[in-house]
């Protein structure tokens, strides 16, 4: 059957996208229970959320006692990125992508499932796009659950050092990027200097807010000096 | 508050992000400006998240340098994220023996 080896086909390509959830997600799931969430909580936070910055963000809000309005506003700043993905993907969406296929395989839109989804040649199966999902969810949610719940019976060494596996992440999808294109060096230069600046002297701000201020402002500047040109689109992913 | 209000408006502002434009929107955004915002702002989210926080991240100012200094040498020869982000880590393990 035709769905059913397009599901096999999502599994498999799917698979090392799990594997490397299942690492990044065990260590935020010790960043939040770090942070007082309990286990449940944590693990609750990933199978709703499917997104690292953002929850990351989203636990700091949460353990700062933020308000309901700067956890959305810290959400859509951080998660915008997504509606970009989303529609680069609807461009690609058959007949067979009926209205609740859509509404269920939207949950699964991140960096990674997008990377895999759009590089399918033709349209996308919901089969597949399920596939891919599927075996990364399970990845980053056992991870999340692993981490929460036997994050505190590694040795103390051992949960300090995975406190940096999430940021060691972000620099990895940093870094090339910004080795490459100038502007995108330029955005991270900006945007780190900013943060810094609100950190240590614009206290009053919170991480949420600190980090919707900075991105925003860093990204308007980078927009306005480096316009991208259209055939760049591809790569905004 | 209660952490399940939190994680709802989290996980409901999250899904409608992804699903507004993936089950419903058809036309393509034309400004230039906006296209090149959404373009850069993903790095400046992370670019403003792990600066300063990652120097904070594991307990120790010197464990978590040297795990940034690795995590950045690993990702300019750019190796997978995931490798990356382990190298981070056992080098932060590593020097904790040392400090």
């Known amino acids: ?237 | 508050m209660s952490t399940a209000v939190y994680i709802a408006v989290m996980a409901g502002v999250t899904y409608l992000i992804r699903v507004l434009p993936f089950a419903f929107f058809r036309k393509k955004i034309r400004s230039r400006f906006l296209r090149s915002m959404l373009y850069y702002i993903p790095y400046a989210v992370l670019a403003a998240m792990t600066v300063p926080a990652i120097f904070y991240s594991t307990g120790s100012l010197v464990t978590a340098a040297v795990g940034t200094a690795a995590a950045l040498i690993a990702a300019w020869f750019g190796l997978p994220l995931v490798a990356v982000a382990l190298i981070a880590a056992a080098a932060a393990y590593l020097v904790h023996f040392l400090v």
Request: glycine letters at 10%.
């Open chain 1, 1 to 237: 059957m035709h769905s059913r080896s397009d599901l096999l086909r999502g599994l498999g390509n799917g698979l090392p996208i799990g594997l490397g959830y299942l690492s990044v997600s065990f260590g935020f799931g010790i960043m939040a229970s770090r942070a007082g969430l309990s286990v449940a909580e944590t693990t609750l936070i990933s199978l709703t959320n499917l997104t690292s910055a953002g929850q990351a963000a989203g636990v700091d809000v949460i353990a700062s006692h933020g308000s309901l309005m700067e956890m959305a506003l810290v959400q859509l700043t951080i998660n915008i990125r997504y509606a970009l993905m989303a529609l680069t993907l609807s461009q690609k969406l058959g007949s067979r992508f009926t209205l609740p296929r859509r509404l269920l395989a939207a949950y699964g839109i991140t960096d990674e499932i997008f990377a895999v989804c759009a590089a399918e040649k033709g349209e996308i199966q919901p089969s597949y796009m399920y596939g891919v999902i599927l075996i990364a969810t399970i990845g980053w949610v056992l991870g999340t659950f692993l981490g929460a719940a036997a994050g505190s019976l590694l040795p103390q060494a051992v949960t300090d050092a995975l406190g940096i596996v999430l940021y060691g992440m972000f620099i990895a999808i940093i870094v090339p990027p910004a080795r490459r294109e100038r502007p995108v060096l330029f955005t991270v230069a900006v945007a780190a200097g900013l943060s810094l600046v609100c950190r240590y002297l614009l206290t009053m701000l919170s991480g949420g807010f600190a980090v919707i201020l900075c991105a925003v402002v860093a990204a308007a500047a980078a927009a306005w000096l480096f316009p991208i040109k259209d055939e760049e689109e591809e790569d905004a992913a």
